[in-house]
């Protein structure tokens, strides 16, 4: 992509060196690649964490096999593995990370970071994000975060084990035996989030800014493409709901650290030591907890919005007419923004917050799915009477569609406080936000990555490639969820590291009823783990096609290969240094498709208007013809 | 936002104005916790001190950013910004604070009424047995 | 390329970038010590012991608020200046913001560093309420005798003779024999630590060989065990050795590849088993019901057979004796489990012998029973009676008498003064019921340090103090009392000395966030503030220091960054300006 981009711009900047080009770029462009790789990286990581769990689920007593053992040293397997089997400790230790890594490391960088940082300034028309070296700066804190966290799987005590959610008094006693508590991998897991939070932090300031500040002339507020939008609420969530977690780490770190109580109740004994802690006590778990889901819902969102942006955006690109309910959408993720800070306790219900706060945030929750529907049902409204392509970014989006509905509406019931005390903790709850993150999010973001890929490298992605990726992960990633909303129900736990075969011999008494269902229900977890290796096999394709098609894909023929309508298509393929090479100026709203008046099917943003009027300064009209035509 | 040189003369007047005001506003705040004659409530620390102390406070910090942090000719965009800022650390308060006085969970009498309250034997509230 | 709107404000927001993110940031600030001050509220509302109140020295929190608004005028007038173009003023508020930032922090330093030397000691006997008596003060010095008894080093003969002294608060353990546990690496400070006290007089030896047979040639036919054992490749450590880092080193290491090979062992016959009982034998159940099988059963027997001879088994612990034995002094914290005749270390050593006399040696400056009084009261019992039989009050040191009981009756006097003087005024105003004035918890059962120098100074003589209590004499200290600036000063005043045997110290430390999570919230707010005001020292510094090129070519450009630097400088102000009588006065 170098080449092409100093034939635009040569009069702009001398040659670049190599380390200023790639590795400490300032361009945003390039660190969104940065981000996409990394996050690539870190999610291929995770889901192998999340292999070695599903075959200790499925298979607890049989050791791991050859293609999954042989990463692990002799050292490691010595001190992590009972002759080959994953223990409950590792199983921990895995989960922990994987939920980690998949969230703060993975589909938030990749989404937020990665397509936001390439995509956003681009369609704004502004030739650079606002604070280009905060932006560099965000980059290596995330990439320092992650190692931090992932450097402990080689320490004495391991990674994190307290779940992704790292619950006190749990994570405050975890690794307590470590003399130096910066080598704890507990610890590690901490000083990563507050490098990650700081990351996150940097880098919603500049999104913001930048999106307030450097968009471009005539680009009114209602012309901003719902991608932008998107951007600029998650920028808002990640801003004003990450401090307070950022709060709760220093205070477990002053926990783990200085051995303070924040966290840990009085009381508390340890049965290894047969010893009360050393510690004062009068601390509350609870407190902890508030904090973490303060950030952690709205996270929910910073997860899916950027996806559903992406998906936003093909979905009128590729049936050929404008967004349907561009309107009620902005103003949908506005309000589902900030609602999602007033929803956190329902993850919470069992903690013995009392009925009446139950019941204020079940309230909310259940309030919250209705811009939720307000934004799916419009994406899908949008496909009504459009005269589809079916180009591989629009199947991804398509499929997008149910897997997220499944994973939305499968909350609901997770909503009711009463409902949930049954399901709490289940595998229920686990096939739920696995649909909602797994075949919706990630499937929304495979769409972004197929419909840039063009305008990043100048080629299309091989539509071979796409469709052995595409068609194997959507049953494999269907085999592997569904059986988990029918074994919740049912009852298994989220955190059995043997998949629940404790039980079964207590099924044979006939009257341990709940063995019986755990019997009944087991042999899903064979189907579930051999759909996970499937999947992880058919990623392969995608990993091929991404570089397969960077040097030999079908070239591009034009700057605008999907006749698209926003302004990220009015620069050279690739975009160079300062992106634009003609001062861009925007005339209409983002989605004119099949304009009746207009003889080609789309009306670029960019394009001058026939009566060569000036340039349309802010006003109600363009909207109407935009959004309601 | 005072820009030319005039405005800017004023404004330093009022700058020096306001530091003395919030000399005055730290000095009442250490004499009513300090000196017993000035003691408000009864003896010793209490609420009241709690909420007098708070006010206080409040009135120098809404000084400072007023004043020093020209908030009293700034542009809507940062209001948004920094009153989102403010609404979201009092939902964080006022909810977290919240959910441990849960009126039923810990037992408010008063304000349980009508709800199931461990307390006090309840007798069919809700018109049913 | 050029970024727009870095220096001019854009029309439709009216603003240059930097002010909208620093604005963001300060937002995102507002969250941060949100949630700092949720956990405030929370850990104060549902606190389960009394909470401090008003417990720290109020002079340096007004001084460092003092400084702080000061600081924010000269700010904003540095800023005014740059806007008039006026480069000498500038520099001049500048330097004096900055050299505000640095008294702030060098008082704040002050503060902490009070705390760091200020012991906290919660008495423990036997599980009943009286537990809860706190006593507060300053460790004294002691160092062993030859017998290996603790006795007392008084701060002169400290400076004389600093040798193998140390601050008495500390577990004295006459060690025989040392456990080291492989899969866990020996703390290097640990042995390192033992080693130093050890010196020349202790020898410190291997108990036996250790020894490790070669893996390829364990495998090899025909060769034997024992033999392999024998030989001399087998040799990881000798019997006699004397302990150092390096010997462990090896013996971890050798220890953690035999068990790697022992491993990789079993996981291959295992392996082998379960493709022989799938393929082979057909049985696809789950896994949990092949393996209660008898097949199965069977398999893993004859597995084991076979593995026996294949494995290298090195021992887990490695085991040295002390000859002759050594009095070792530890610290509490890093002894998870402590007995008469064994400790354990957080590295899992394991240290034999026989635990000495560990008391520790405490000036004490104040008496606190609130926590006593709350747990009796809860218990349905007079918290005076409760009080009465602490330890606090019913020791008796070597000669036969109690300091902290004698202050405890004078300020039972000066209690009953104080009592009298409000019902005075009650009557006066005319205040009944819950109006009523009443002596706080903290007038009744906490001795301060400022009320334990004034008994002092009477000789803890009950009728004197009640005395004085009366004319109005007794003093307090007070606001502007610069001796107990920053707390209880010990050089200045002599207080009642206590020695504390260790098994009625229930829970001790320094005025540490560890101490209590009053302590906890107040370091982590204004250390966090703290930092806050360090970097944006740094950014105005930066300003100041290298500003003059941008002043000369863009000085409105320097007047934004100084705006925003400014406006992140209030910020702090503005937090302090809350955490003041938060911390410091409520």
């Known amino acids: 992509m170098s080449a092409d981009s100093h034939d635009h711009h040569d009069d702009h900047h001398h040659e670049l060196p190599f380390w200023k080009k790639y590795l400490f770029s300032t361009d945003h462009k390039t660190i969104g690649i940065q981000y996409g790789l990394a996050a690539g990286a870190f999610l291929l990581f995770g889901f192998f964490l999340m292999i070695v769990m599903r075959w200790s689920i499925a298979y607890p007593h049989e050791p791991l096999p050859g293609y999954l053992s042989w990463i692990f040293t002799d050292g490691w397997k010595g001190r992590w593995l009972d002759d080959g089997k994953v223990t409950g400790d590792t199983y921990n230790m895995f989960g922990a990370m994987h939920g980690t890594i998949m969230v703060f490391l993975g589909v938030v960088p990749l989404g937020f970071a990665a397509f936001g940082n390439y995509v956003t300034p681009l369609q704004i028309g502004a030739p650079d994000m606002a604070f280009p070296k905060l932006n560099m700066a965000s980059f290596w804190v995330y990439l320092a975060g992650g190692i931090v966290m992932c450097m402990s799987f080689f320490m004495e005590s391991g990674a994190a084990k307290s779940g992704w959610t790292n619950y006190s008094p749990l994570a405050g006693y975890a690794d307590r035996q470590i003399v130096n508590q910066l080598l704890a991998g507990q610890t590690q897991w901490l000083i990563g989030l507050v490098l ?77 030591d047969d010893v009360a802690l050393d510690i004062s006590g009068s601390g509350s778990p609870l407190l902890f907890q508030h904090l973490f889901w303060f950030l952690g ?36 993720v506005i309000v589902l923004g900030f609602l999602s800070f007033i929803v956190w306790a329902h993850h919470m219900y069992l903690t013995g917050m009392g009925p009446v706060i139950s019941t204020f945030f079940q309230t909310t929750t259940v309030l919250i799915s209705v811009p939720s529907v307000i934004l799916l049902t419009s994406l899908i409204i949008s496909l009504w009477g459009g005269s589809i392509r079916f180009t591989m970014p629009m199947i991804w989006a398509a499929a997008f569609l149910p897997m997220f509905g499944i994973g939305g509406l499968t909350g609901l019931p997770l909503a009711f406080n009463l409902a949930d005390l049954h399901l709490h903790d289940t595998y229920y709850v686990i096939g739920h936000f696995h649909y909602v993150v797994a075949p919706g999010i990630l499937f929304g973001l495979f769409a972004g990555v197929y419909h840039w890929y063009p305008k990043m490298t100048g080629r299309f992605m091989d539509n071979f490639l796409g469709h052995l990726h595409f068609w194997p992960s959507l049953v494999c990633m269907n085999l592997l969820f569904f059986p988990m909303l029918t074994q919740g129900m049912a009852g298994f736990h989220r955190r059995w590291y043997n998949g629940g075969e404790g039980y079964i011999e207590k099924a044979s008494d006939g009257v341990n009823v709940f063995g019986q269902t755990v019997a009944d229900n087991i042999s899903l977890n064979e189907v579930m783990t051999g759909a996970a290796i499937a999947l992880a096999v ?16 079908k070239k591009v023929t034009s700057d605008n290969p999907w006749n698209a309508t926003t302004l990220e298509w009015a620069t050279p393929t690739p975009p160079g240094h300062g992106n634009f090479t003609f001062d861009i100026a925007v005339y209409r709203g983002p989605y004119e498709y099949s304009r009746p008046d207009h003889d080609k099917d789309y009306f670029p943003q960019w394009e001058e208007p026939k009566r060569s009027n000036p340039v349309e300064e802010p006003s109600e009209k363009p909207e109407k013809e935009s959004t309601e035509a | 936002m005072a820009d030319s040189v005039e405005e800017i003369k004023k404004a330093k007047k009022l700058y020096l104005i ?70 979201m650390a009092f939902f964080c308060m006022w909810l977290i604070g919240w959910s441990k006085s849960d009126p039923i969970q810990y037992g408010n009498s008063e304000k349980a009424d009508g709800f199931y309250n461990p307390e006090k034997p309840t007798t069919n509230v809700h018109g049913h047995d | 390329m050029e970024i727009p709107f870095i220096v001019n404000a854009r029309k439709d927001t009216g603003l ?53 608004i000061g600081s924010s005028v000269t700010v904003v007038f540095a800023w005014a200046a740059l806007k008039m173009r006026e480069w000498k003023k500038f520099q001049i508020y500048m330097w004096i913001t900055l050299i505000c930032a640095l008294l702030f922090l060098g008082l704040k330093a002050v503060e902490y560093n009070a705390k760091f030397h200020h012991q906290g000691v919660r008495l423990s006997s036997e599980g009943s309420v009286q537990d809860f008596g706190y006593l507060e003060g300053h460790v004294h010095y002691g160092k062993l005798d030859e017998n290996g008894k603790l006795i007392e080093v008084s701060k002169q003969e400290k400076k004389d003779n600093p040798e193998g002294v140390f601050s008495a608060n500390k577990i004295i353990f006459k060690a025989s024999e040392l456990t080291f546990a492989l899969k866990r690496p020996a703390h290097e400070a640990y042995v390192k630590e033992i080693l130093k006290q050890a010196g020349d007089d202790h020898k410190i030896t291997l108990v ?58 079993r996981t291959e016959f295992l392996r082998a088993s379960w493709s022989w009982i799938r393929d ?30 294949l494995m290298i088994s090195a021992p887990g612990t490695v085991k040295y004796k002390i000859d002759p034995p050594l009095t070792l002094v530890w610290e509490p914290d890093d002894i998870p489990k402590l007995a008469d005749t064994e400790i354990k270390l957080r590295d899992d050593t394991v240290i034999k012998g026989e635990l000495q006399p560990s008391p520790m040696l405490l000036g004490v400056d104040a008496i606190d029973f609130r926590h006593t009084a709350m747990r009796a009261e809860t218990e349905g019992i007079e918290p005076m009676d409760a009080i009465k039989q602490s330890w606090i009050l019913t020791h008796e040191n070597s000669k036969g008498e109690n300091d902290l009981k004698k202050a405890w009756d004078c300020h039972q006097a000066w209690l009953a003064q104080l009592t009298k003087d409000l019902d005075e005024k009650n009557e006066e105003k005319g205040l009944e019921g819950e109006d009523r004035l009443v002596p706080t918890d903290n007038d009744k059962y906490r001795v301060n340090w400022d009320q334990m120098v004034a008994y002092k100074k009477l000789d803890f003589d009950v009728e004197a103090v009640a005395a004085a209590a009366a004319d109005g004499s007794l003093k307090r200290s007070g606001l502007f009392d610069l001796s107990g600036f920053a707390g209880a000063n010990h050089n200045n005043y002599e207080f009642p000395h206590v020695e504390i045997p260790r098994e009625n110290v229930g829970f001790t ?11 906890a919230i107040y370091f982590t707010i204004t250390g966090l503030h703290g930092l806050h005001v360090i970097g944006g020292a740094i950014v105005l510094g930066y300003y100041l220091f290298f500003g003059r090129k941008m002043y000369d070519s863009n000085p409105e450009w320097l007047a934004n960054r100084v705006e925003v630097g400014g406006l992140f400088w209030h910020f702090v102000d503005l937090v302090w300006i809350f955490l003041f009588p938060i911390l410091y006065l409520m």
Request: hydrophobic letters at 50%; glycine letters at 8%; charged letters at 15%.
């Open chain 1, 196 to 272: 990650l939070i700081t990351s996150s932090l940097l880098g919603s300031v500049n999104f913001i800014t930048t999106i307030i500040q450097l968009r471009a002339k005539g680009l009114t507020w209602m012309r901003l493409p719902f991608f932008v939008w998107a951007m600029l609420v998650t920028g808002f969530l990640l801003l004003l709901a990450f401090p307070p977690l950022e709060a709760a780490g220093i205070m477990q770190l002053m926990d783990r650290m200085v051995g303070s109580s924040f966290f840990m109740p009085t009381g508390l004994y340890s049965a290894a």
């Open chain 3, 509 to 519: 430390s320094t005025f540490t966030p560890k101490w209590n999570t009053y302590y």
């Open chain 3, 16 to 68: 240059f970038n930097s002010k909208v993110g620093i604005w963001l940031f300060l937002a995102s600030e507002v969250t941060l010590f949100g949630g700092l001050f949720s956990g405030y509220l929370f850990l104060r509302l549902y606190a389960d012991y009394p909470w401090p109140e008003r417990a720290l020295p109020v002079l340096p929190g007004l001084i460092n608020t003092f400084i702080l």
């Open chain 3, 280 to 309: 082979e034998k057909g049985i696809d159940e789950i896994s949990n019901l092949v393996i209660t099988t008898d097949l199965w059963k069977e398999r893993m027997a004859e597995d084991n057979a076979k593995i026996k001879d």
């Open chain 1, 538 to 553: 058919f990623q392969i394709p995608f990993l091929l096609n991404m570089f397969i098609s960077y040097f030999w894909g």
């Open chain 1, 297 to 332: 819902h709205p996270e929910v969102y910073v997860l899916l919005l950027p996806a559903i942006a992406c998906v936003a955006e093909i979905i009128p690109c590729n049936t050929r007419k404008p967004l349907w309910g561009y309107k009620p959408m902005v103003w949908g």
């Open chain 3, 208 to 265: 036996g060989d250790y020894r490790v047979p070669d893996e390829d040639e364990l495998h090899a036919a025909g060769k034997n065990r024992a033999q392999l054992e024998a030989s001399e490749a087998a040799l990881v450590v000798a019997d006699g050795a004397d302990l150092s880092i390096d010997d462990l080193d090896d013996l971890e290491d050798a220890f953690l590849d035999a068990r790697a090979h022992d491993k990789n062992i």
């Open chain 2, 18 to 87: 306001i530091f003395g005001a919030l000399l005055v506003g730290t000095a009442l705040t250490v004499a009513v916790a300090t000196f017993p004659a000035l003691d408000v409530g009864g003896h010793g620390f209490d609420g009241k001190d709690a909420v007098l102390g708070l006010i206080i406070a409040s009135v120098k910090a809404s000084l400072v950013m007023l004043i020093f942090m020209h908030l009293n000719h700034e542009k809507p965009l940062i209001y948004f910004f920094y009153g989102l800022g403010i609404v």
